[in-house]
């Protein structure tokens, strides 16, 4: 199992649209139905700092995502909209896990 954790921050302006092209993402992965991705996205409403974690349960996911039409059209739109911190990827290592909370939004 894989875990990633990327954070960036956009400006204001752009947070609608970031959003948005998540939410894209999100129908995307639903549709297609994925059973090795979880991909979860949060984000500080304040400073407009997005965390995305996402849970691969091989290399072979991963590239599932990245190969996504609406998971390319969103890096190059945040890519273009000059965020105020760039993303940052990370890879993890689970410690603990509890759960799942089932947070989904409609």
Do not use: C
Request: aromatic share 8%.
């Amino acid at each position: 199992m894989k875990h990633v954790l990327v954070t960036y921050t956009v400006s204001a302006e752009f947070d609608p649209q970031n959003r948005r092209n998540i939410a894209r993402v999100m129908e995307a992965l639903r549709e297609a139905g994925y059973a090795g991705i979880r991909y979860r996205v949060l984000v500080d409403p304040q400073e407009h700092t997005f965390v995305h974690l996402a849970e691969f349960t091989s290399a072979e996911d991963q590239q599932l995502l990245l190969a996504l039409p609406a998971f390319q059209h969103f890096q190059k739109s945040l890519r273009e909209s000059a965020p105020v911190a760039p993303p940052r990827s990370r890879d993890l290592e689970l410690v603990g896990n509890h759960g799942p909370i089932t947070d989904q939004l409609h």
